[in-house]
C-alpha cells in the first residue's frame, strides 16, 4: 500500500468568519467617510 | 439570483461610488475563501477572525479614499493583502514570543536561565577571537571603519568626521571590510556560530 505522508487538513465544515465580524466591518465600511479638501484625504468615522 | 452576475468589477465601482450593499455581496462572495486561506496559514480561529477583519478594514480604506487600482482582480488583491497581514502577524508574534498558557501553568514557560553554560561560554570566546583574527587581517582604513562602527557602536557621521572621509567613503570601506571579511572566513572554512 501507498504510504500518505501529507498529514490530513483539518476538516472544519464552516470555514467562514463570524457574523458579527462580518457586521462590524458592514457598519465600519458606512461609518467610515472620506473628505476631501483641496487635494487633501481626510478619513472620519462618523458613529 | 440576479445578484450573482454582477461581476465583482462592477460591484467595486458602485461600492466606491457609495453603495453599501455592494461591499456586502463581495464579503458574502469571497468571505470563506479568504478566511479558510487565513486560516490554512495561521490554524487559529481567533487569529484568522482578526487578521480576516483587518484584511476587509484595509480593502475598504483603500477603496474609499480611492486609491484602489482596478485591473479586474478584486480576490486575488485582497488575496495579497490578506497574506501580507498574516506574514506581519507571524512577524509580530517572533517578536513578542507568548507562552502557551492553555494547559496547567508551568513557571519554566517564563523563566529561563539566560547566561551560557561553561561549553556555549567557551564557544564564544573562540568565536569572537576568530573575529578578532580576521578583522586583522583586514586593510588598515576599513578596519578603523568596521571597530568603530561595530566596537565603539559610532555612526557612520561621527566615523566619517574622525576619520576625515566623506559618509560614503565610510560606507564603501564597511561594506569592503564585510565583503573581505566573508571572503577570509571562507578561504579558511572558520566556522563562527555556536
Known amino acids: ?47 | 439570483m440576479k445578484k450573482e452576475l454582477i461581476q465583482d468589477a462592477e460591484l467595486v465601482s458602485n461600492y466606491i461610488k457609495g453603495d453599501e450593499s455592494a461591499l456586502s455581496i463581495l464579503i458574502g462572495r469571497h468571505k470563506q475563501k479568504i478566511y479558510s486561506f487565513i486560516y490554512s496559514k495561521v490554524y487559529d480561529r481567533d487569529i484568522t477572525e482578526d487578521v480576516f477583519q483587518d484584511t476587509f478594514i484595509k480593502v475598504i480604506r483603500t477603496l474609499k479614499l480611492g486609491k484602489y487600482n482596478e485591473e479586474g482582480k478584486f480576490l486575488p488583491w485582497v488575496m495579497r493583502i490578506a497574506h501580507n497581514l498574516v506574514i506581519d502577524h507571524f512577524r509580530k508574534n517572533s517578536r513578542m514570543p507568548k507562552f502557551d498558557n492553555a494547559g496547567e501553568f508551568s513557571i519554566f514557560s517564563v523563566l529561563s536561565d539566560s547566561s551560557l553554560n561553561a561549553e556555549k561560554s567557551m564557544i564564544k570566546d573562540q568565536v569572537e577571537c576568530d573575529v578578532r583574527r580576521v578583522i586583522e587581517e583586514l586593510p588598515e582604513d576599513q578596519k578603523k571603519v568596521l571597530m568603530m562602527r561595530i566596537y565603539q557602536d559610532m555612526s557612520f557621521k561621527e566615523i566619517s568626521e574622525r576619520t576625515g572621509v566623506s559618509i560614503n567613503t565610510a560606507l564603501g570601506r564597511m561594506r569592503y571590510a564585510l565583503i573581505n571579511m566573508r571572503k577570509v572566513i571562507e578561504q579558511n572554512n572558520i566556522v563562527l556560530t555556536n
Open chain 1, 1 to 47: 500500500m501507498a504510504k500518505i505522508y501529507s498529514s490530513a487538513s483539518p476538516k472544519n465544515g464552516n470555514l467562514k468568519p463570524k457574523d458579527e465580524t462580518v457586521s462590524f466591518l458592514l457598519n465600519y465600511s458606512k461609518a467610515l467617510s472620506v473628505i476631501n479638501y483641496n487635494k487633501l484625504k481626510f478619513e472620519a468615522l462618523l458613529n
